[in-house]
Nanobody, 121 residues
Framework: QVQLVESGGGLVQPGGSLRLSCAAS????????MGWYRQAPGKERELVAA???????NYADSVKGRFTISRDNAKNTVYLQMNSLKPEDTAVYIC???????????????WGQGTQVTVSS
């Protein structure tokens, strides 16, 4: 069984910074793309940023230049450094990872429980 555990959310003033972490644990053979999604009240879940196993990132236009995604493959952990935060960044941030449990197993999508990020003065 695979688990994704997020940490690092909280309340921050506009212009501030937060760093989110998400660690995958359990029966893991290989981790492919890891990423962060977010969902604000009344809105659909949207991709914020993702990073391949080789380290290639991609970002939503709304966060380019402000957010940085990175990963530590040895720890099966993905990070999201969020700078210059805006009130519209307020949402539940949810970790996602494509993981294979064994050498012959297919990759499945796994999701974390989510961590709340609130940007407010």
């Amino acid at each position: 069984q695979v688990q994704l555990v997020e940490s690092g959310g909280g309340l921050v003033q506009p212009g501030g910074s937060l760093r989110l972490s998400c660690a995958a644990s359990g029966s893991i053979f290989s981790v492919n793309t890891m990423g962060w999604y977010r969902q604000a009240p009344g809105k659909e879940r949207e991709l914020v940023a993702a990073i391949t196993s080789g380290g290639s990132p991609n970002y939503a236009d709304s966060v380019k230049g402000r957010f940085t995604i990175s990963r530590d493959n040895a720890k099966n952990t993905v990070y999201l450094q969020m700078n210059s935060l805006k009130p519209e960044d307020t949402a539940v941030y949810i970790c996602n990872a494509r993981i294979a449990a064994g050498w012959s197993s297919p990759f499945y999508n796994y999701w974390g429980q989510g961590t709340q990020v609130t940007v407010s003065s």
